[in-house]
């Protein structure tokens, strides 16, 4: 399985991204996904997952209220909609694989990695 990840950029605090992941192989649409996030010095952080189906989603207490992840298994991509962006958002952004279907928080739960996407909040 191959991820990348798009849309990242700089945005004013307060603005919205949506990050893409587009996933190679057809067995995209068995695995939950979920987004990670690393800032510089600290380490990769859970930011949200989803169900192989979509019918469930978990999220860090973070960023509950302003992201949403979506996916839409026809096209092998999995979204994450950033709302009321704020500084403390600044980080690369990764999307992963989760073949036990858990939608866990822990990243070792987690097969396949995508390169990341740099986004940029400014204050």
């Known amino acids: 399985v191959q991820l990348v990840e798009s849309g990242g950029g700089l945005v004013q605090a307060g603005g919205s991204l949506r990050l893409s992941c587009a996933a190679s192989g057809r067995t995209f649409s068995r695995y939950a996904m979920g987004w990670f996030r690393q800032a510089p010095g600290k380490e990769r952080e859970f930011v949200a997952a989803?169900?192989?189906?979509?019918?469930?989603?978990a999220y860090a207490d973070s960023v509950k209220g302003r992201f949403t992840i979506s996916r839409d298994n026809a096209k092998n991509t999995v979204y994450l909609q950033m709302n009321s962006l704020k500084a403390e958002d600044t980080a690369v952004y990764y999307c992963?694989?989760?073949?036990?279907?858990?939608?866990?928080?822990?990243?070792?739960?987690?097969?396949?990695w995508g390169q990341g996407t740099q986004v940029t909040v400014s204050s």
């Open positions: 989803i169900s192989w189906s979509g019918g469930s989603t």
């Open positions: 992963a694989t989760d073949q036990r279907n858990l939608v866990a928080g822990t990243a070792r739960f987690y097969d396949y």
